[in-house]
T-cell receptor, first 116, second 116 residues
Framework: AQSVTQLGSHVSVSEGALVLLRCNYSSSVPPYLFWYVQYPNQGLQLLLKYTSAATLVKGINGFEAEFKKSETSFHLTKPSAHMSDAAEYFCAVRPDRGSTLGRLYFGRGTQLTVWP | DTAVSQTPKYLVTQMGNDKSIKCEQNLGHDTMYWYKQDSKKFLKIMFS???????INETVPNRFSPKSPDKAHLNLHINSLELGDSAVYFCASSQELGTGGYNEQFFGPGTRLTVL
């Protein structure tokens, strides 16, 4: 079975500090990987996605993620946190590449708090 | 224009009632989904429709019945509501055919269902 593990349900950083949100996946073949952000009382918004074109993926709002096959990881980073980054972040895996199932498996989310 | 819209945004109802949530997407996508987000913010897929055909049907009680009148709409009808059905329900859409399956899913704003 596919699984996505997000280490740390809560991460707190000071404004201007590095943001690191961890995501590990289990998949028999390299999957498609996504990071979504959810602001309070809103739907999910795509931050970035990995589709095998490049291992370092840049997304919106200054976020980026690196796919490391050997570590089965897809950690999300941002060099300098901003107050507006405070939200819930979800890592998602689509293991069935090329099929029409479209099934996404989500991690349990990481709540990012940014202190002034 | 809103890409994926859901109505209602909030739904409060009594146990045993029947209710429906509507979803519409104006992105021209061929696949639509329903996800359930529980109180701990865990997201899990419930159903997926591709060109009005049911593709994914996770282990969901028969009380939940999706209906797709056309490619742009996917409604969720719930019979005999129970306390455990309280959650946020998200609709999503993506373009699957002809894309290799890497296209992201676009999410609606969610419907918060509270069963009393």
């Amino acid at each position: 079975a596919q699984s996505v593990t997000q280490l740390g349900s809560h991460v707190s950083v000071s404004e201007g500090a590095l943001v690191l949100l961890r995501c590990n996946y289990s998949s028999s073949v390299p999957p498609y990987l996504f990071w979504y952000v959810q602001y309070p009382n809103q739907g999910l918004q795509l931050l970035l996605k990995y589709t095998s074109a490049a291992t370092l993926v840049k997304g919106i709002n200054g976020f980026e993620a690196e796919f490391k096959k050997s570590e089965t990881s897809f950690h999300l980073t941002k060099p300098s946190a901003h107050m507006s980054d405070a939200a819930e972040y979800f890592c998602a895996v689509r293991p069935d590449r090329g099929s029409t199932l479209g099934r996404l498996y989500f991690g349990r989310g990481t709540q990012l708090t940014v202190w002034p | 224009d809103t890409a994926v819209s859901q109505t209602p945004k909030y739904l409060v109802t009594q146990m045993g009632n029947d209710k429906s949530i509507k979803c519409e997407q104006n992105l021209g996508h061929d696949t639509m989904y329903w996800y359930k987000q529980d109180s701990k913010k865990f997201l899990k897929i419930m159903f997926s429709y591709n060109n009005k055909e049911l593709i994914i049907n996770e282990t969901v009680p028969n009380r939940f019945s999706p209906k797709s009148p056309d490619k742009a709409h996917l409604n969720l009808h719930i019979n005999s509501l129970e306390l455990g059905d309280s959650a946020v329900y998200f609709c999503a859409s993506s373009q699957e055919l002809g894309t290799g399956g890497y296209n992201e899913q676009f999410f609606g704003p969610g419907t918060r269902l509270t069963v009393l």
